[in-house]
């Protein structure tokens, strides 16, 4: 079955430091995967798509195929992305969620 | 221009009541999806339209729940006889023919 398991529920660092949100996925075909952000009192909304292999706000996101791995990096955290992020997989039209991790980033 | 827009924000239901969700999404999307968010989880595949065919409804948890687009725009989840487990909020997203889904604000439903 497919399913995405983002194993922490929060993240919390300073202002300044490295950034990395894990996301792990077992999936029999190519995956197609993505991540989405959730900042206060907003909607969820794409932040990147590795497909795409760009660079949005900083984050980047590499698929390791051998890890079944797509995790989330940003190199210097700040304090406007504390937000939810959800890891996804596309599966057919439908996308499977992790359960999301709570990025902080502290002063 | 205007993104995915759903109503009611809120609705506090009485167990056994009957309820119905709307989604409005974005002009010329074509496909629509609903998924349901319990607390401190992702969001979980409900529905699947594509135009006004509903192509899969795979994640609906049981035949309480219903969900219709008939013009092909709109659209409408419905969930019949609420039990306290239903209570989630409820998000809508469209697209384009398989391309970024975009979300709408969801429903929070709470069953009493």
């Known amino acids: 079955a497919q399913r995405v398991t983002q194993p922490e529920k929060l993240l919390s660092v300073f202002k300044g430091a490295p950034v990395e949100l894990k996301c792990n996925y077992s999936y029999s075909g190519s995956p197609e995967l993505f991540w989405y952000v959730q900042y206060s009192r907003q909607r969820l909304q794409l932040l990147l798509r590795h497909i795409s292999r760009e660079s949005i706000k900083g984050f980047t996101a590499d698929l390791n195929k051998g890890e079944t791995s797509f995790h989330l990096k940003k190199p210097f955290a700040q304090e406007e992305d504390s937000a939810m992020y959800y890891c996804?997989?596309?599966?057919?039209?439908?996308?499977?969620f992790g359960a999301g991790t709570i990025l902080r980033v502290k002063s | 221009g205007a993104g995915v827009s759903q109503s009611p924000r809120y609705k506090v239901a009485k167990r056994g009541q009957d309820v119905a969700l709307r989604c409005d999404p974005i002009s010329g999307h074509v496909s629509l999806f609903w998924y349901q968010q319990a607390l401190g989880q992702g969001p979980e595949f409900l529905t699947y339209?594509?135009?006004?065919?509903?192509?899969?409804k795979s994640g609906l948890p049981s035949d309480r729940f219903f969900a219709e687009r008939p013009e092909g725009s709109v659209s409408t989840l419905k969930i019949q006889r609420t039990q306290q487990e239903d209570s989630a909020v409820y998000l809508c997203a469209s697209s384009r023919l398989q391309e970024t889904q975009y979300f709408g604000p969801g429903t929070r439903l709470l069953v009493l």
């Open positions: 996804a997989l596309a599966r057919g039209n439908k996308l499977v």
């Open positions: 339209f594509q135009n006004e065919a509903q192509l899969d």
